[in-house]
């Protein structure tokens, strides 16, 4: 066979990729070899010259024995010997295709994952005495079957005066029905706004404390019992939505009791049903580019009472959110940028001081940016946060409007691990001057597991 001189010979770019990648991966077993011992550098260079035959068997395929030899690539030796080694990988893979499927372990012999967090947080607020606080979250997930999950979290708190609390934020059941539809059970993250659901775990919330307009001691609820529906679809080339629709129990309206300030507050932390009048609402999300998010949330609710004269009593939610994430290249960093708001409706009704209106509002805005692409490894760590937040109450209600500017300084441990510290002031629209401001000190440990 004719050849063409060594100094012009042209060689395809196939032929130079199958020969840096069998020298590569054969060599790195050699190399290797010097560092472990014999028995174990044997296996490497077995398992290297393995898939050295396997890349040449994927070109050979490709191309063609008849042609690799007619480009000179393999003589017919070689042709031959490589043409014997393919027929006996296939015959292999036919013999293993025939093999009966090896069956996995049951689902109550998978082992349940353990996660969570613990953390404690000190504050010292401007005419109050310093609060302290230790809780520890442990979080259980366990897969059943390669569709079912469970999921359970528990916040267990230790105060300052020595009193210890357990509070089950969530115990529910999925069922992934194809990519578009997953169904849950049990007691779940409600699905109002964004806050609640994403952003409110410690590892994730820039800040020690929580906006004022969110939670359950405010306006929207934490947690809810009943079932949920959510998914998410492709709009186009980068364009998403996801969704979530859930009926759970109503929120029980606060009568004042306690604290007049409080009359006409929803709670949304008892799950007893005690009438028909359950929670219905839904979450829409757009992003129209992944790094942006747009969310509406509407709640429809019969509220429960202690009191007959408010049997009747309905309420309606709405909130709306943006969400803003994005590595910026220029600012060295991580730049976020988040905003909500929720509007609070309830019937109108008197809760022993003359009835009002009893509609609230609320919202906060948070910017927090992290040098992430930074030269300095220590440099990296550090994060800060500044966050303006207000609450909006009925103008009829015993209580006071209030509004809030907190800037924190965050050193990231780990990825999800935190030493959190942050200036808050207080603002308060009382009739009595010189006690509508306060400052205060807050910090906060997390440390995932």
């Known amino acids: 066979m004719d050849r063409k001189p060594p100094e012009v ?11 840096v990648i069998g020298v590569g991966l054969f060599g790195a077993a050699v190399i290797d070899a010097g560092a472990r011992p014999s028995s174990e550098a044997a296996a490497d260079t077995a398992a290297a010259e393995a898939r050295t035959r396997a890349i040449e068997r994927t070109i050979v395929q490709t191309k063609g024995l008849d042609e690799l030899a007619a480009d000179g690539v393999v003589d017919d030796a070689r042709a031959a010997a490589m043409e014997e ?21 049951p689902w109550w012999r998978k082992p349940v994952v353990l996660a969570g967090g613990a953390s404690t947080k000190f504050s010292v607020r401007e005419g109050a005495k310093p609060v302290w606080s230790e809780t520890i979250s442990p979080h259980l997930i366990s897969t059943i079957g390669e569709r079912a999950l469970f999921e359970s979290h528990v916040d267990l708190r230790v105060h300052d005066d020595g009193e210890t609390d357990a509070e089950l934020e969530f115990a529910h059941l999925s069922y ?5 539809l997953t169904v849950g059970s049990g007691i779940f993250l409600v699905p109002f706004g964004f806050y609640n659901e994403r952003i409110h775990a410690g590892w994730i919330n820039k800040l020690p404390d929580t906006p004022l307009s969110v939670g359950d001691d405010s306006l929207t609820p934490t947690s809810g019992l009943g079932v949920q529906l959510r998914g998410g679809l492709p709009l186009g080339s980068t364009a998403r939505a996801n969704y979530a629709v859930y ?8 009568q004042g009791t306690h604290s007049a300030h409080d009359a006409g507050k929803l709670e949304f932390t008892h799950y007893s ?7 219905v609402g839904f979450r829409a999300g757009w992003l129209p ?20 004269a408010h049997e009747d009593l309905r309420a309606w939610l709405q909130g709306v959110d943006l969400n803003y994430k994005q590595m910026v290249r220029p600012l060295k960093g991580t ?39 930074a030269a300095q490894k220590l440099v990296k760590r550090f994060e800060v946060a500044l966050r303006y937040d207000m609450l909006n109450l009925p103008s009829g209600a015993p209580a006071f409007d209030r509004q809030r500017w907190t ?6 441990l780990a990825p999800h691990s935190a030493l959190k510290v942050a200036y808050q002031f207080s603002q308060e629209d009382r009739a009595t001057p010189g006690q509508d401001e306060s400052h205060g000190v807050l910090t906060e440990l997390y440390l995932g597991f």
């Open 407 to 412: 800037a924190g300084l965050d050193y990231w």
């Open 289 to 308: 580019i992944p790094e942006v998010e747009m969310g509406y949330s509407l709640m429809r609710a019969g509220v429960e009472s202690t009191n007959p």
């Open 247 to 254: 009926v759970a129990n109503g929120p029980q309206v606060n």
């Open 9 to 19: 010979m042209r060689i395809p770019t196939w032929r130079v990729g199958m020969a």
């Open 85 to 105: 080694t393919i027929q006996a990988l296939l015959e292999e893979e036919a013999a293993m295709s025939e093999r009966e499927p090896v069956e996995s372990a």
């Open 273 to 279: 049903g005690q009438n028909f009048g359950k929670a």
């Open 176 to 180: 992934v029905v194809n990519d578009a």
């Open 335 to 373: 730049m976020e940028a988040r905003a909500e708001w929720i509007w609070s409706d309830v019937d109108r009704a008197d809760f022993g001081g003359g009835a009002f209106d009893n509609e609230r509002s609320g919202g906060y805005v948070q910017l927090a940016y992290r040098p992430s692409m």
